[in-house]
């Protein structure tokens, strides 16, 4: 079975500072994507950004990085310049490929509020 | 193009009253699932369609739940009768699955926010 643990319910930053957002993960599955999404108060889920298990260099969109670290199956997020928009619920998540125990479905974690400050 | 719509938005019913939500996907996604989100927490898989085909739907609570894709597009899931502790969002997504199963990102919808009073 797979399992996302995000440790910070929530996180404050001052707008255009950079934040990380941490989490960890664990699988028995050979092959793995990792994914954050963001979640606003109007409840929408929308993706920000996706790592492969088998990709060698971070995944990088915009604003947002992801800091892979397979050894210690670590996969935090990273938001440089924060805006006032970036205010929500951000999720980390993570599903399994063909053969694996959790193919198809995505784990998320429990979340973590980030609240932007002016 | 346009993204996963879901309608209704809001619901608030009685409990034992029925309801049913309706996602229609990203066009082109051949596969569309269905996800609780109780409050706090993040969404969990009641089931997943590839096309026509519910290929995992060990954690829809059978007893009361219901859900079907008619022509493998658009899906409607039904609760039957509604309990005090159906009360969450329910989140329809979609993905364009091309077989390696961990790369193929989900694109979810707005939401259907049930309350069961």
């Known amino acids: 079975a797979q399992k996302i643990t995000q440790t910070q319910p929530g996180m404050f930053v001052q707008e255009k500072e950079a934040v990380t957002l941490d989490c960890t993960y664990d699988t028995s599955d050979p092959s793995y994507g990792l994914f954050w999404y963001k979640q606003p108060s109007s409840g929408e889920m929308i993706f920000l950004i996706y790592q492969g298990s088998y990709d060698q260099q971070n995944a990088t969109e915009g604003r947002y990085s992801l800091n892979f670290q397979k050894a210690r199956k670590s996969a935090n997020l990273v938001i440089s310049a924060s805006q006032l928009g970036d205010s929500a619920m951000y999720f980390c998540a993570m599903r399994g490929g063909a053969g694996g125990t959790s193919y198809g479905k995505l784990t998320f974690g429990q979340g973590t509020i980030l609240t932007v400050h002016p | 193009e346009a993204g996963v719509v879901q309608s209704p938005r809001y619901k608030i019913i009685e409990k034992k009253q029925p309801v049913a939500f309706w996602c229609n996907p990203i066009?082109?996604?051949?596969?569309l699932y269905w996800y609780r989100q109780n409050l706090g927490q993040g969404p969990e898989l009641l089931i997943r369609y590839e096309n026509e085909e519910a290929v995992d739907d060990s954690q829809l609570p059978k007893d009361r739940f219901s859900a079907e894709r008619l022509k493998g597009v658009d899906s409607t899931l039904k609760i039957q009768p509604a309990e005090l502790g159906d009360s969450a969002v329910y989140l329809c997504a979609s993905s364009l699955e091309t077989g390696t199963g961990w790369t193929e990102t989900q694109y979810f919808g707005p939401g259907t926010r049930l309350l069961v009073l």
């Open positions: 066009s082109g996604h051949n596969t």
